[in-house]
């Protein structure tokens, strides 16, 4: 079996011995079993197996004139060493040739107890006294070079029994933990891991032991000075005849390593995921989830829109845009306004670009430097610190986030300060372009929102309008529409969505709108024609755009009659809804949609609208769902409508939004007329 290094169990950095020019031996207890030899050793008395008693290697005589020699050393811990001693060789390449050699025996007190031997030839030496001395002087030299090895490779060496339990330390656990020998022998060292660490280090400990192979674990320590730091544990089996006997193991504090890869990996994955999102919320929102439970326990993030603009001597106004919370603890909801006297140290941090660091009693967290509701939610998780970082974007302060800690944990300190101050330098790019698409954004919903006017009051008909944004899309849609009365006393319902979901989507709704207007003033057409002429304008206007519309002229030839003339370009149908028949789509005015060339005339169709009856126009977000056919949606809406035919129109729009499934994905535009009876 070997070790992960590649090395057989039990001969912990030997290979330094492999080239050396003198024989080296190693042997393990009573029986002076071999567990190393180098090669210039099995030169000498051939390849004999490890496990074999050193003794077989020679002959009878060997046996009878050295075997007291190693006793006694094992035994006395007292080094023996001899000069040109007679040896025969009992192997079959020197047929028993009688040498001399020079030993050196010394006691392994590291591992189990054992002999190291040192043997040089000097047979064609045996005169040369002063050559014999200093063979012997390096052969000391190579003894405390290998006893250096192991100190220096580890700062803690112990020896476990094949169960596990630790029998024999190095004293260094003593010095680091403050655990007295009696108190960590056995299992007693799993009593300073950190309570988190204990279960999964003994599983895998217990696991590597009955595979009987090397052990490699990092778990963390409790010190002397009652703070935890990572350790590297490693161990070896140590074998005899086949079984363990021993395991020797070692531990290094790689606290300052681990916790380099950690900030590293922090940083890695706030990077990632900053760069995933689009939204400027979505992408604070994401940041925040690194931050927990990594760096903090709590975390929140306030928009500063006005900072630079406002008045001076004015309040600063924050926007709550994101929060997390880790160990069981409530997320504070991610929305909602703060204001902060322009003397706070809140707005001073803010002002002078500096992260501001508080700890302080359970309960009582500093009020001038936090939102009231962050106060209140760190009072209720028991935290005792908190940090307040101003994020700069561009050079300017997009943002505060505030990080805290609960009383379980260790306070925040400067060395998390620097790294939530490197996590947002990381994803300073990702950042500055989602604040430039969340301006983007607002240019856009501003252009879209003014171009929803509000419907006109008529007498004898009732016009409601709705428009709902997509909760989750976080994009400006191109739904549209729009309702006015022309000079010949006919009143105009339309309603369109130019395709797209950015700032060219709502300039292009813009510009339709406008066309269409133009197109409709121009002089009195069906809408057929108007669609038709409006689909070749935009040939030269947006010749990369496309779009849907449905463009509806109610008029009154006779009193308290009244007719509808409509045409569709590629939109979902009208719904018209009488109060006693229920609700039918009029799909007979169909049309390939806008932005696509079409030489042939459009359709049109007239209907009566009796008194009562409703006429819905509406965007696809209200009857479309990903994975159903379109008729499935289509039956909803027909059936719903058919439901509220008698309700209010207010109430008629708000329960077809209300009570229908939709995906949350798109916008919803709805339009309704209803013939007062």
Request: net charge negative; glycine share 8%.
């Amino acid at each position: 079996m070997e070790d992960a290094s590649g090395h057989e169990p039990g001969r912990l950095a030997l290979e330094l011995f492999d080239p050396a020019p003198i024989a080296v031996a190693l042997t393990i207890g009573p029986e002076h079993r071999l567990v190393y030899t180098n090669p210039t050793y099995r030169a000498f008395v051939g390849n004999r197996p490890l496990g074999e008693p050193i003794g077989a290697a020679f002959g009878d005589e060997v046996r009878r004139d050295y075997r007291g020699l190693f006793d006694g050393v094992l035994a006395t811990g007292e080094p023996v060493t001899l000069v040109e001693a007679p040896v025969r060789l009992a192997s079959a390449d020197h047929g028993g040739e009688e040498r001399f050699f020079s030993f050196s025996i010394s006691r392994f007190v590291h591992e189990r107890p054992g002999l190291l031997v040192v043997a040089v030839d000097v047979t064609e030496e045996v005169a040369a006294v002063g050559r014999a001395a200093r063979a012997t002087d390096e052969q000391r030299r190579l003894r405390r070079r290998f006893e250096s090895l192991v100190w220096l490779s580890a700062q803690l060496v112990w020896v476990a029994d094949p169960a596990g339990q630790v029998i024999e330390s190095s004293g260094a656990w003593e010095r680091v933990t403050g655990q007295r020998w009696e108190d960590y022998r056995g299992e007693g060292w799993l009593q300073v891991l950190h309570p988190e660490d204990r279960e999964a280090a003994m599983r895998s400990w217990e696991e590597t032991r009955r595979h009987a192979r090397p052990w490699q674990y990092t778990y963390r320590v409790r010190t002397r000075e009652g703070e935890y730091r990572h350790f590297d544990m490693r161990a070896a089996p140590v074998f005899e005849d086949g079984a363990v006997v021993e395991w020797v193991g070692t531990g290094i504090d790689v606290e300052q390593l681990w916790q380099e890869r950690q900030r590293q990996a922090l940083l890695d994955r706030a990077a990632v995921t900053a760069a995933e999102q689009t939204g400027l919320a979505e992408t604070f929102t994401a940041l925040a989830d690194v931050l927990v439970p990594a760096l903090a326990d709590g975390c929140g993030v306030h928009l500063l829109p006005d900072l630079l603009n406002r008045p001076s001597g004015a309040p600063i106004i924050a926007w709550r845009v994101a929060t997390a919370a880790g160990g069981g603890l409530s997320r504070q909801p991610p929305a909602g306004e703060e204001r902060f006297a322009p003397d706070s140290g809140f707005a001073r941090a803010l002002l002078e670009h500096r992260a501001v660091h508080r700890t302080f009693p359970q309960g009582r967290p500093p009020a001038d430097l936090l939102p009231q509701s962050t106060a209140t939610w760190l009072t209720e998780a028991r935290a005792t610190s908190v940090v307040l970082v101003p994020v700069i974007v561009d050079g300017v302060v997009a943002a505060a986030v505030t990080a805290a800690r609960r009383d379980d944990r260790a306070p925040l300190g400067p060395d998390d300060i620097a790294l939530m101050r490197q996590i947002f330098e990381h994803t300073h790019d990702a950042l500055s372009r989602a604040i430039q698409f969340n301006r983007t954004q607002q240019v856009a919903l501003a252009l879209q929102h003014g171009q929803l006017a509000d419907p006109p009051e008529l007498p004898a008909l009732e016009i409601v309008a709705r428009y709902v944004a997509s909760p989750t899309a976080g994009e400006v849609g191109g739904d549209w529409y729009d309702s006015f009365v022309l000079p010949d006393g006919a009143t105009v319902l339309t309603i369109g969505d130019v395709s797209g979901h950015d700032l060219a989507a709502a300039v292009g709704m813009s510009q339709l709108r406008n066309m269409l207007r133009a197109l409709i003033a121009d002089h009195i057409a069906p809408p057929s024609e108007i669609l038709r002429r409006l689909n070749l304008a935009m040939e030269t206007v947006a010749p990369n755009a496309t779009a849907t519309c449905v463009l509806a002229r109610v008029e009154e030839p006779e009193p308290g009659l009244w007719r509808l003339h409509h045409s569709v370009a590629g939109h979902p149908p009208p719904l018209l809804v009488a109060p006693d028949t229920g609700g039918r789509f009029l799909d007979g005015a169909a049309n390939p949609l806008l932005g696509v060339p079409f030489d042939q005339p459009y359709r049109g169709s007239t209907e009566p609208l009796p008194p009562g009856s409703t006429l819905l126009l509406y965007t696809d977000g209200l009857v479309e769902h990903p994975g159903e056919v379109l008729d499935d949606g289509l039956n909803r809406l027909r059936q719903q409508a058919s439901t509220l035919a008698h309700s209010p129109l207010a109430d008629f729009c708000d329960g077809l939004l209300g009570n229908l499934p939709t995906t949350g994905t798109d916008d919803i535009a709805l339009l309704a007329l209803r013939i007062k009876s």
